[in-house]
């Protein structure tokens, strides 16, 4: 329905040029379609590519791991110091716990997602359907709200006009944040190529397609944007440590932190200021609405909870007005 709301003027425009209301909507839903589906495949499908000679990389790497004495370089002595403690037999206990933990932490979640495969399935379905008849059909959904609500006819028009222009300001709001936190990313990729390299040679392969998933990846609230740059620092510290090159080390490490400090932060501090002031609500209202959502709703919540919260301090205003 938000969706619909949100491309409502495009239908609009192409009903005026075709004449016919039930094709400009099947031409408008599979526009949509194509926006979303498009670039998203694209980008799995490269970081499908990229991520398997990565992982081919590594796995050779640590099938036959390099020796070094402590004079080769500082990264050698650092792994040499580490590899001493970790044999430890209660430090050693202590990783082993927590690897099978996380091994059987991660199976249960792939399984679980592999189960709800077709749910998913179902729900993008149902998605499509509901927005085609959204487009198609909007304006009776409408009047048909409007003859029912127990508002006057002023109240139900402000009600109409702030629900469009918050459903607009998040969707807004979560677009713009995730093109911030993707230039944020390439900037960091570039600088960890720049200062972090060996002998020229890049230590990100491919910045701006890593900054391209990240960004499509920190609209996932599930995911967000640490799903890329956390593996990505922990590659570049591995491929470092068995170049025996601190500088690419200090790289990971440096990516580690920009990672935690700059491009995850911006996800909880901008987007509710985006969303807020386009939608002329308080940002805390807006960051109360997404997280709230989150925990009450899930994924949809972020979407949901804001409008909610909003509304509730509509209907609050209306009532302390008495013009209900």
Known sequence: MILAFIFRPAYKWLSKKTKKERLSAVLITILVLLIILVPFGFVINEVIKEST???????????????????????????????????????????????????????????????????????????????????????????????????????????????????????????????IQGATALVGFYIVNIFFSATGIPTIGTPLLWAAVLALFSMIP?????????????????????????????????????????????DNVIRPIISGRRAHIHPLVIFLGIFGGLVTFGVIGIVIGPILLALLLIYIKLYEEGNL
């Open 53 to 179: 000679v990565t992982f081919v990389s590594l796995k050779q790497k640590l099938a036959a791991p390099q020796t070094c004495s402590e004079q080769d370089s500082r990264v050698c002595t650092l792994w040499n110091s580490a590899r001493g403690l970790l044999a430890e037999p209660r430090i050693k206990f202590y990783i082993t716990d927590s690897l099978e933990k996380g091994t059987s932490f991660i199976t249960e979640k792939l399984s679980a997602f592999v189960v709800s495969i077709p749910q998913l399935i179902l729900g993008i379905f149902i998605t499509i359907i509901s927005f085609f008849y959204f487009l198609k059909d909007g304006d009776k959904f409408l009047k048909k709200v409007n003859a029912i609500l127990p508002l006057k006819k002023a109240n139900r028009n402000l009600l109409y006009d702030k629900f469009v222009n918050i459903s607009k300001a998040i969707v807004f709001g979560y677009f713009i944040t995730a093109l």
């Open 222 to 266: 599930v995911l967000g944007s640490a799903f890329v740059w956390v593996p990505l620092s922990a590659a570049i510290l591995i491929e470092g440590y068995f170049q025996n090159n601190s500088k690419i080390v200090w790289g990971g490490i440096f990516l580690f932190f920009y990672g935690l400090i700059l491009i995850s932060q911006i």
